[in-house]
């Protein structure tokens, strides 16, 4: 085994409802965009009549201003903390959360109560580009420059970039 073995070019990572077709922008790619935004939109719609039922009825059961206020801002900071957080995720991948955001146990009841953010921020970032599309795009190109490195010579003369010492 004197030469190297050949190694494959790499393949795109497939993102959901769009497969590999992300890379291209075919295979009816604008229109899985439009699926997908209106599928989010009406999604975080629903969650928000869900989420205002649930809220009215604390506030029929008349548990004082203060209870009804707490659970505004609660539900409001559970919205923008699952807003930002899935909005990180889609845009620069799971490496760029950092210390509680990156902890999926302690942020879980948080993304629970907060779905309609979550829901908001996947609609948003589908009108820019497919979800998660930004890093899976800068990870395909990084291994394909670094398959074309591999295949071309390190030397121009094809030494092999080493030189002799005499």
Same mark, same amino acid.
């Given at each position: 085994?004197?030469?190297? +073995?050949?190694?494959?070019?790499?393949?795109?990572?497939?993102?959901?409802?769009?497969?590999? !077709?992300?890379?291209?922008?075919?295979?009816?790619?604008?229109?899985?965009?439009?699926?997908?935004?209106?599928? @989010?939109?009406? =999604? =975080?719609? +629903?969650? @928000?009549?869900?989420?205002?039922?649930?809220?009215? !009825?604390?506030?029929?059961?008349? =548990?004082?201003?203060?209870?009804? +206020?707490?659970?505004?801002?609660?539900? =409001? #900071?559970?919205?923008?903390?699952?807003?930002?957080?899935?909005?990180?995720?889609?845009?620069?991948?799971? @490496?760029?959360?950092?210390?509680?955001?990156?902890?999926?146990?302690?942020? !879980?009841?948080?993304?629970? #109560?907060?779905?309609?953010?979550?829901? @908001?921020?996947?609609?948003?970032?589908?009108?820019?580009?497919?979800?998660?599309?930004?890093?899976?795009?800068?990870?395909?190109?990084?291994?394909?420059?670094?398959?074309?490195?591999?295949?071309?010579?390190?030397?121009?003369?094809?030494?092999?970039?080493?030189?002799?010492?005499?």
């Amino acid at each position: 085994m004197s030469e190297k +073995a050949e190694r494959p070019a790499p393949q795109p990572d497939p993102i959901r409802f769009f497969g590999t !077709g992300w890379v291209t922008h075919d295979t009816g790619y604008w229109l899985r965009r439009v699926g997908v935004s209106l599928g @989010a939109l009406v =999604a =975080a719609c +629903a969650g @928000a009549l869900l989420l205002r039922l649930a809220v009215q !009825g604390v506030f029929v059961s008349e =548990a004082g201003s203060l209870v009804n +206020a707490l659970l505004v801002v609660a539900v =409001a #900071i559970c919205t923008c903390v699952s807003a930002i957080r899935t909005w990180a995720l889609l845009s620069k991948g799971r @490496a760029s959360l950092s210390g509680w955001m990156a902890d999926e146990k302690s942020v !879980g009841p948080m993304l629970l #109560i907060g779905f309609v953010g979550m829901l @908001a921020a996947y609609f948003l970032r589908s009108l820019l580009e497919a979800p998660g599309e930004a890093e899976k795009r800068s990870r395909y190109e990084l291994a394909v420059a670094a398959h074309a490195r591999r295949r071309t010579p390190a030397a121009a003369g094809g030494g092999g970039g080493r030189r002799k010492q005499r």
